[in-house]
């Protein structure tokens, strides 16, 4: 693989966990701390919607950005022919 | 039968499948000693994780802590989950890549030093021995209750157990079992969850009966929300801990998890990075269902606890109440003498409840039929077993690998080394029982602080050597020695009273001990990259490698060596 390619590859890797880890900061400390306060003005059912985040919703977005990013990995690895056989 | 033959029935059952377990998957290389084969397939390694990882303080003591600390209790359950989330993305891909046998292994590699092994090797004692003692504690505490034992007695049989299963079967033994421990850690969790939540909110969800309305038709945490101010106690939902603290032990919580070694070395177990990639997924699947689960548990538990002792009579208490005045769990004193249990915020309080028990007493409290209360006993067993036999490992892979084999006597044979391991393995038993037994009364206090010291540590030396190719060994030396020493000074000051102690007012920008891995992993980050700038380059052929485990391509099983 060439140089440039390979470059390309860690790139685009990088671009991705940005933006993964990105999310990640934003419902844990973004909607589960700083700014708990003002989303518990909103309600999700019984729950006020800090709250919910806090003990509940950053969780499950957890979760979900793993898998994203295992189905992102697995895409990007095929794309650019580095992925295991 | 009677909650005594339950729990001796089923926790006996359980006990013979670990044996079982051990006996059938023995391991006869160092290689399956250390990483299991490099054959564990990634749902098998996403459960094992789980159950390493979920110790007796996330079983026992993690729902009742939540209930008695409200929305501050989501420190721990962002902390010990999101971890997951840097751990498949920054490092368990790269680090399978790169396929050795332990973190030590990484740094020395990495970092073309012993002087760096010996660090990480020292790092990797500390942090599992502060956690390990806890585990084998655990172990005492559930035998003493639910088998009448004296908690002694417990720690012995817990070690036998883990010798067992550890010394005979490494990594390969202990995966297995946690397979198992796994599936009756989470049943026995779930089985009471599920009959508490219908029973006082109709919904057999507990994640949506945490959200949901009570029989008189207000909201359960609205319902919370106002016993509490009623009693003078901050409401439920809002928290009391400053916004700084919390970030601080949230993101030490999270970086730790990410940094601890036997977590880590989990991922060597799978075959390629792309299982590396999911298994981490399936883990954060695993622990997910009890954490989210243990939140709406603390506040069924203490919606239950508060209605139960609220200006009651004492005399009209039910059963279980005595059943833990009598362990000295719970405590009442009347004050005023009218007979009645004031539970409030200050000092007419007259009730003190151990936040121990309360999924312990849970299925009591709520009256469900025996073989459930038996069957948490033996889920809190599996809890702690699982993660004193994981931290144990690492502590005997420390030694006979990083130590003997990388250090001391390089040309050991793989039959040589394999006796090695299992000296250490017998070794680590012996001290970690030792603290079970007489434990010291600084490790309750540490315990949460192993991972303030796998963030100051550990991390920043790995996540660098992964993303910063130039960062070379007197980078990262100075990073863990610095990270890790600022981290204990801190701990000893303000946890442990010396170097002339200190009080909340005193700590540094407001972070308790918990929370300071957070600032000492910033430090180690500084220091580490001014260091490597002032120095000369690593190698050419480190940088290679750095280089090579970005890729996947390759990786085949975790290299002989």
């Not at chain 2, 208490?317 to 719970?330: A, D, K, R, V, Y």
Request: proline letters at 3%; glycine letters at 10%; charged letters at 15%.
């Amino acid at each position: 693989m060439s140089d440039n390619k390979m470059k390309a590859y860690w790139r685009r890797n990088l671009r991705y966990l940005l933006v993964l880890l990105l999310i990640w900061f934003a419902v844990s400390y973004g909607a589960g701390i700083f700014f708990a306060e003002q989303l518990n003005t909103i309600r999700l059912g019984g729950f006020k919607l800090g709250f919910w985040f806090a003990q509940q919703g950053s969780i499950y977005v957890f979760v979900v950005l793993i898998f994203v990013y295992v189905w992102l990995m697995n895409r990007l690895d095929r794309e650019f022919d580095v992925d295991e056989k | 039968m009677d909650v005594q033959t339950w729990t001796f029935l089923i926790v006996g059952v359980t006990f013979a499948l670990y044996i079982g377990i051990a006996v059938w998957s023995r391991a006869s290389s160092t290689k399956d000693f250390y990483v299991a084969g490099g054959g564990v397939s990634p749902l098998a390694n996403g459960m094992a994780t789980a159950a390493d990882w979920m110790s007796a303080a996330s079983f026992i003591s993690m729902a009742g802590l939540i209930s008695f600390m409200g929305y501050d209790g989501a420190v721990y359950l962002m902390g010990w989950t999101g971890g997951y989330v840097l751990l498949a993305l920054l490092l368990a891909p790269y680090l399978r890549k790169f396929g050795k046998f332990t973190v030590p292994d990484f740094i020395g590699d990495r970092y073309y030093s012993n002087v760096a092994r010996s660090v990480a090797v020292i790092c990797a004692i500390i942090v599992s021995f502060t956690y390990v003692a806890g585990q084998m504690r655990g172990v005492g505490v559930v035998f003493s209750r639910f088998l009448e034992v004296p908690v002694n007695t417990g720690v012995y049989i817990g070690m036998a157990l883990v010798f067992f299963y550890a010394v005979l079967g490494g990594m390969k033994g202990i995966t297995y079992t946690q397979v198992a421990q796994y599936c009756i850690l989470i049943f026995a969790f779930m089985v009471p969850a599920f009959f508490i939540s219908f029973q006082l909110t109709g919904n057999f969800i507990p994640q949506m009966g945490f959200g949901g309305s009570l029989a008189d038709g207000t909201f359960l945490l609205d319902k919370l929300d106002g016993l509490h101010r009623e009693l003078g106690f901050a409401e439920y939902t809002s928290g009391s801990k400053s916004m700084i603290d919390v970030f601080a032990i949230t993101l030490a919580l999270m970086v730790g998890t990410a940094g601890l070694p036997h977590v880590i070395v989990r991922f060597f177990t799978v075959p390629r990075v792309k299982d590396a990639r999911i298994s981490a997924g399936w883990a954060l699947v695993f622990i997910a269902i009890l954490y989210t689960t243990a939140p709406a548990i603390s506040a069924f538990a203490r919606t239950n606890l508060i209605e139960t002792v609220r200006d009651a009579d004492y005399s009209t208490m039910p059963e279980w109440f005595s059943n833990w005045e009598t362990t000295g769990l719970i405590t009442f004193e009347d004050k005023n003498a009218d007979g009645k249990i004031q539970y409030v915020a200050g000092d007419e309080n007259e009730l003190v409840i151990d936040r121990d028990i309360m999924v312990l007493a849970n299925p009591e409290i709520a009256q469900l039929p025996n073989w459930v209360v038996a069957l948490v006993a033996a889920g809190g067993l599996a809890a702690a077993l699982s993660t004193a036999a994981g931290l144990l490992l690492v502590i005997s892979a420390s030694v006979s690998h990083d130590l003997i084999k990388k250090q001391i006597k390089p040309n050991l044979s793989d039959k040589e080394e394999l006796i090695w391991a299992r000296v250490g393995a017998i070794a680590a038993v012996l001290v970690a029982g030792y603290f079970g037994i007489n434990p010291p009364g600084f490790v309750a206090a540490v315990v949460a602080l192993a991972f303030g010291l796998a963030a100051a540590s550990f991390f920043p030396a790995i996540i660098l050597g992964i993303f910063d190719k130039r960062m070379n060994k007197e980078g990262a030396v100075a990073g863990m020695i610095v990270g890790i020493l600022l981290m204990l000074f801190y701990m000893i000051k303000y946890k442990l009273g010396g170097f002339g102690g200190g009080t909340p007012e005193d700590w540094w920008f407001g972070v308790s001990p918990e929370g300071f891995g957070t600032i000492a992993m910033m430090v180690n980050f500084l220091v580490s990259l001014t260091v490597s700038r002032m120095t000369p380059k690593p190698p050419e052929d480190v940088q290679e490698m750095v280089e090579q485990i970005r890729y996947p391509r390759g990786a085949g099983a975790a290299s002989e060596h």
